[in-house]
């Protein structure tokens, strides 16, 4: 590194300026609050270059510099994370003036001021394209249409040292969660990352306030997370429906789903109501019905079973009261539902089983929603869930398959990258795969198809691509309370026949 600081923060500024995070009134005072990061009391004005460089290219030197004069205690991931997120806070628009902003482009048009917020959330930082660009992503044909396949690896591993330190540290109950409105700011420590260049923007839904915000690991193309003002539990009932038309009618160029409100097959933070949405039309929304029925009292509304490896109903119809009663009522039809042929029931000893992942959106100009049924129930040989990735299929995916996976997208964890590699090398060059101590697991999958091809080094990355596509349409399969089978369906028309 052969910058000093006051290049460095004249490098960022100038970045600041030129995405839109700093005024050009406002340049003394930020590189003012960044001497002072900096612990200098001096500047050293220099010639000013137009510099080409990517904002995590200068924040890598400014990082390298921090830890060389003991701003930080050592180079770990989340202790250089927590200190460029505190610089990049000293850029970024204060609460204020980001919803000033949002508010009056959307008074406009709603996707100028999603446009703008999105942009902002990059230029920030926040959103941390670096990372996420390291994502692998590839597309699967399926049966049921192409699916997205992703191998998460933005999200950075946890390094011991922090983890033996954030064992150390006092637990603190605020933010009471990652999705509370007191993030926004906060410095965060080991075991909450830091939100200094967090802004959120209100929103109404069905007259209550919540709250809009991008999600910091983006899965797909503007992935927003709209959360409750208030700390409050995760529950699908009839406002969720009204909320999520709110939402998809302030801003018709999203769509917008909530995860199931029950363990397993909820997602990962229930204890906050919220949704998750964005500009992206997933392989389950391009599924079209393989048949269509008519629900009594709603017959203006087009109702149909969705091909899909999971158990979805859609709805399609150009009036929102309509359609939240008309999903308000396949809700409370399939809470108390039980069907013992198909293994389905409502609740055993005092435990709620059933319940719908929705996702809204608008299609043509009317509203559209996919109900996604869902169970928990477990048993003793299947102690994760029986509607659940089987055992077999979890050294591609064990995690709870949440709303993204219900609609199509495969969030696969990071380990995968480095088995694909392994795989790849070996297959290539004749190694005996059995006899690789990380590749235990992969095994039997690999032996189950290894003979179908002849594998060469221009194919085996397509071929091993595919594979894991194919395990994913099964893990789906195995969330589906329905089958697509004989017997699938016809328990499924069963429970149509109720509505």
Known sequence: ?????????????????????????????????????YKRDDYEEIARKISNRKLHEILEDMLELAFQEGLIPDNSVSEKDLFDTKIMGILTPMPSVVRRTFNDLISKDSRSATDYYYSLSKASNYIREDRIRKDEKWVCQTEYGDMDITINLSKPEKDPRDIAKAGKMKKSGYPMCLLCK?????????????RQNHRIV?????NQQYFLQYSPYVYYTEHCIIFNSEHTPMKIDKAVFEKLFDFVEQFPHYMAGSN???????????????????RYTFAMAKAECEK??????????????????????????????MMTEAADHILECWRKYTDEEAFIFSETEGEAHNTITPIASMRDGRYEIDLVLRNNITTEDKPWGVYHPTADLHHIKK????????MGLAILPSRLKKAIEIL????????????????????????????????????????????????????????????????????????????
């Open 260 to 278: 199931a409100d029950l363990p397993i097959v909820g997602g990962s933070i229930l204890s906050h109501d919220h949704f998750q949405g964005g």
């Open 424 to 499: 790849k090398e070996a297959l290539i060059n004749g190694k005996d795969y059995h006899e690789i101590e990380e590749l235990d697991s992969h095994v039997e999958w690999v032996d189950s198809w290894i003979n179908d091809y002849e594998i060469n080094a221009d194919n085996v990355q397509t071929i091993i691509h595919d594979e894991i596509g194919k395990v994913f349409v099964k893990v789906l399969e195995c969330a589906g309370v329905y089958k697509c089978d004989k017997a699938g369906r016809e328990a499924f028309d069963r429970f149509i026949a109720v509505l």
């Open 399 to 406: 995690e709870n398959i949440g709303l993204i996976e219900v």
């Open 1 to 37: 590194m052969s910058k000093n600081i006051y290049e460095l923060i004249d490098e960022l500024v100038e970045y600041g300026i030129r995405s839109g995070l700093v005024e050009k009134e406002d340049r003394i005072y930020v590189i003012n609050q960044l001497l002072e990061l």
């Open 202 to 206: 209100p929103i109404t839904l069905n």
């Open 292 to 321: 269509h029925f008519v629900i009594p009292g709603y017959e203006q509304i087009r109702a149909g079973i969705v091909h899909w490896p999971m158990s979805v109903i859609r709805l399609n119809g150009d009036d929102k009261k």
């Open 182 to 194: 007191e993030n926004e700011g906060y410095a965060g420590h080991l075991s909450h990352p830091a």
